[in-house]
C-alpha cells in the first residue's frame, strides 16, 4: 500500500511539475508587450519603446489640415492651422498618427501621434522649370499656366506678355518669391 501511495504521489507531482513548466513556457512565448498588461517596461531590454522607433518603420498619415480652427487643435492636440511657407520660420510644425508596421516588435500602444511633420504639402510644381517656362515662354504666359494662375496666363498670352513688360515683371516676381502655386502649396525642394 505504501509503495501503491508512493508511485500514485510521483505520478501527480510529475504531472504537476509538467504544467507548471509547460505555464512558464507558455507565458515566456505569449509575453505581452503593450501598457495594458502592466508590466514593467525594461530600457535596457531587447525591446525599444514604439514613440522611439525610425519612421522606416512606421506608416504615418499626413498632417490633419485644421483650417485655422485653433478649437480643434486643442482637442486633438495635433493638426496644421496653415499650410505653406517659404521660410523656415513660417513653417507650422505638427504631430501625425503613426503606426507601427506589422512584424516589428516593440514596446507600448502600436498607434500613436508623433510629433516633427512639417505642414507642407508639395503638388509637383518646380521652381527651376517654372523660372525656365517663364524666361524662355514668359511672353505666352507659359509660367502662369504652370503655376495654375489660369485667368492672368490668358491675359498674359492675349497681350504677348503685356508688350514685354509683364514678361519682366513676371521674372522679378518669382526670383523674388512673390509669384508662387496657386494652390498655396510649396516648390518641391529637388529638381
Known amino acids: 500500500m505504501k509503495v501503491e501511495f508512493r508511485v500514485k504521489f510521483d505520478v501527480v507531482s510529475q504531472t504537476f511539475e509538467a504544467i507548471v513548466q509547460w505555464g512558464i513556457l507558455f507565458k515566456l512565448s505569449h509575453e505581452c508587450y503593450s501598457e495594458t498588461c502592466r508590466t514593467e517596461y525594461v530600457p535596457h531590454g531587447p525591446l525599444v519603446h514604439c514613440k522611439f522607433l525610425p519612421l522606416e518603420f512606421l506608416n504615418c498619415s499626413e498632417p490633419l489640415n485644421l483650417n485655422g480652427n485653433e478649437t480643434r487643435k486643442k482637442e486633438l492636440g495635433h493638426g496644421c492651422l496653415k499650410y505653406g511657407g517659404q521660410k523656415h520660420e513660417e513653417i507650422e510644425f505638427t504631430g501625425a498618427v503613426c503606426s507601427v508596421l506589422q512584424g516589428v516588435e516593440c514596446y507600448g500602444n502600436k498607434t500613436f501621434i508623433k510629433d516633427g511633420f512639417p505642414c507642407i504639402k508639395y503638388n509637383g510644381h518646380y521652381f527651376v522649370t517654372t523660372l525656365i517656362y517663364s524666361v524662355l515662354l514668359g511672353f505666352l504666359g507659359m509660367d502662369r499656366f504652370c503655376l495654375g494662375h489660369t485667368g492672368t496666363a490668358v491675359g498674359k ?21 512673390m509669384l508662387t502655386p496657386d494652390d498655396g502649396s510649396n516648390w518641391v525642394p529637388y529638381y
Open 157 to 177: 498670352l492675349l497681350t504677348l506678355g503685356g508688350v514685354g513688360i509683364w514678361w519682366i515683371v513676371d521674372i522679378v516676381l518669382l526670383v523674388n518669391g
